[in-house]
């Protein structure tokens, strides 16, 4: 999924931020794209073909008059042949063009040639970005079907702070894997995803959490957003950043995580709880900050949290996950027959390279026919997908229908 196995044309125009576009070239490489770079000439005062060509092993194109390139012959090749094309940088000037109809490059004329989704990523001066002829050829190009991503605020070239940053490789190809995907087999179909720990206050500086890293809930929410789902992600305190191309809920606790999931599940289709909610919270919080005291000893009362899978009814799928150190599919079994799921992922938290903070798990897929599935050890990437592929033939067993489509 995502952007592997696609071609993606990289259109680089001449704006300061050109340099940047070399390492989204190498991202997308590593992420298993086949990617074409189309440069203009403006384009070219700022980075080399040879930069583009040496990450991406196909020749640059730069000019379609050059008897030598393929592209003089075949002027519309790349339009055909790409899954999606992105400009990054787009710079004022090629978002005039493109609005215009323009098409006397190879950059502008591929733009204009291909069928495939095409996503703009301006950079400029602030004052050239807010320019109202910049914001109608935007908004005319958005019209149009294009995806604009940034550009973002921040420090520019002129050494001045305000919005006209090409917006960070992650944050353009998360919405480039949205866009490809966008036909996928979860389109029309709502998912919630809940995830990370919850931080439980006992006063107005400490906390009571866990080791959960969020990594296996903003997996399963970049991947059902990759297949064309409209996703939310609750999420609690995590390192990660939020992820493009969907929305994201922040909360804190567990009660917090109730109520949001609660409002967010009523027009889903699946819930996906890949959250580690505290079962206990402090029965009170302090106020002010508590003081060590002479005593050695500290008593904290604690109350129980919510079951929030298992007291969230309605008309959607229910998918579990329990992290076990002992016992995994009893603890699992008993777990998806309580809370009423439809699957339960049971996660061995003391397997080797599995659980926690780690980039791989090693689960079994639970179902109330007595179905299991073992996977082996996976990324969690692919067992996001693998959770995926099974929630697709849960709705349409269900006769899930889409939204929309
Ligand atoms: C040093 C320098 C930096 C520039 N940076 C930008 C920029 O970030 N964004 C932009 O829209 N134009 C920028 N320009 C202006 C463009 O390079 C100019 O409009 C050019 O004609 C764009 O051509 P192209 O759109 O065909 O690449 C810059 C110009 C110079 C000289």
């Known amino acids: 999924m995502g952007v592997r196995g696609k071609h993606i044309v990289l259109g680089v125009s001449g704006s300061i931020a050109a340099y940047k576009a070399a390492d989204l070239a190498s991202k997308l490489i590593q992420a298993g794209a086949r990617v074409s770079v189309i440069m203009t000439q403006a384009a070219r005062e700022f980075i080399t073909p040879l930069t583009f060509r040496s990450i991406t092993h ?178 609690g305190p995590t390192a990660l950043p939020d992820p493009p191309g969907l929305r994201t809920v922040h909360i804190r606790t567990a009660l917090n995580l109730r109520d949001r999931v609660q409002e967010e599940v009523r027009d889903a289709h699946a819930i996906i709880m890949a959250a580690a909610p505290a079962d206990f919270r402090p029965a009170s919080m302090a106020e002010q900050k508590i003081k060590k005291g002479a005593e050695a000893t500290m008593v904290v009362e604690l109350v129980k949290n919510p079951d929030i899978i298992a007291e969230t009814r309605g008309d959607f799928l229910k998918i579990g996950f329990a992290a076990e150190s002992e016992e995994l599919l009893k603890n699992a079994r008993t777990k998806l027959v309580e809370k009423g799921l439809d699957l339960i992922v049971a996660n061995d938290i003391t397997a080797e390279n599995s659980g926690f903070a780690v980039d791989t798990n090693k689960v079994f897929l639970l179902e109330p026919s007595g179905q299991v599935t073992e996977l082996p050890l996976l990324l969690k990437t692919e067992v996001a997908d693998r959770i995926l592929d099974r929630v697709v033939e849960l709705l349409a067993a269900r006769g899930k229908r889409p939204v929309g489509v």
């Open 58 to 235: 196909q020749p640059v194109v730069t000019d379609w008059w050059d008897p030598a390139s393929d592209l003089s012959i075949q002027h519309v090749a790349l339009a055909e042949s790409a899954d999606a094309m992105v400009v990054a940088p787009a710079t004022a000037d090629l978002l005039a063009k493109l609005a215009a109809g323009l098409a006397d490059d190879p950059l502008c004329g591929t733009a204009l040639a291909t069928q495939a989704p095409l996503l703009l990523a301006p950079a400029m001066d602030a004052h050239m970005f807010e320019h109202p002829a910049t914001q109608q050829n935007l908004r005319t190009l958005q019209e149009r079907g294009a995806t604009v991503v940034g550009p973002e605020r921040g420090r520019l070239a002129s050494g001045l702070t305000g919005t006209g940053r090409l917006a960070a490789a992650e944050t353009i190809m998360g919405h480039l894997a949205a866009l490809l995907g966008r036909q996928g087999d979860l389109k029309g179909y709502k998912i919630v995803v809940s995830a990370g720990p919850t931080e439980e206050p006992l006063d107005p500086v400490r906390h009571i959490a866990n080791r959960s890293s969020g990594k296996m809930g903003f997996a399963i929410a970049e991947a059902a957003r990759d297949r064309g789902a409209r996703v939310t992600l609750v999420t």
